[in-house]
C-alpha cells in the first residue's frame, strides 16, 4: 500500500466515463499501444490519449466501450501524439492492462464517487 491520503486529496483526482468513439494502432510508441479518442459528454467534450492495452483488445473491440479516465492530468506528448487524459486499468493474470468502466450504460461525464 502506498502513503495514506485524506479525502480533499482523492476529490483533487478527477476520474470521469467516457465512451470510446475512436480507436487506431499507434505503431509509432516505443511499446505497442491504440490511440483512443474518449466522449466525455457536452462539459468535456472528446479527449485523446493512447494506452498499452494490445494485448487485451483490437483498436475495433473498443470502439462503444465506456472506460474510466483522469481528465485533470496535464497533457503528456508521447511521441508525435498529445495524450490528454489517462484511462484506468488493472493487470491481468499475466500482468497486461484491462481497462476498467461501469457494470451498465451510463452517461459520459459522470464523475467517479
Request: no cysteine; glycine share 8%; hydrophobic share 45%.
Given at each position: 500500500m502506498t502513503d495514506e491520503i485524506d479525502f480533499d486529496d482523492f476529490l483533487?483526482?478527477?476520474?470521469?466515463?467516457?465512451?470510446?468513439?475512436?480507436?487506431e494502432p499507434?505503431?509509432?510508441?516505443?511499446?505497442?499501444?491504440?490511440?483512443?479518442w474518449v466522449d466525455f459528454g457536452e462539459q468535456l467534450g472528446t479527449r485523446k490519449t493512447s494506452a498499452q492495452i494490445t494485448?487485451?483488445?483490437d483498436p475495433a473491440s473498443l470502439v462503444g466501450k465506456q472506460v474510466l479516465a483522469v481528465v485533470n492530468f496535464p497533457p503528456r506528448q508521447i511521441g508525435k501524439f498529445?495524450?490528454?487524459?489517462?484511462?484506468?486499468?488493472l493487470p491481468d493474470d499475466t500482468g497486461e492492462?484491462?481497462?476498467?468502466?461501469?457494470?451498465?450504460?451510463?452517461?459520459?461525464g459522470g464523475r467517479l464517487h
Open positions: 483533487k483526482v478527477d476520474v470521469r466515463v467516457g465512451t470510446v468513439v475512436q480507436a499507434f505503431p509509432e510508441a516505443r511499446k505497442p499501444a491504440i490511440k483512443l494485448a487485451n483488445y498529445m495524450s490528454e487524459v489517462l484511462v484506468l486499468g492492462i484491462s481497462l476498467i468502466g461501469p457494470d451498465g450504460p451510463v452517461p459520459n
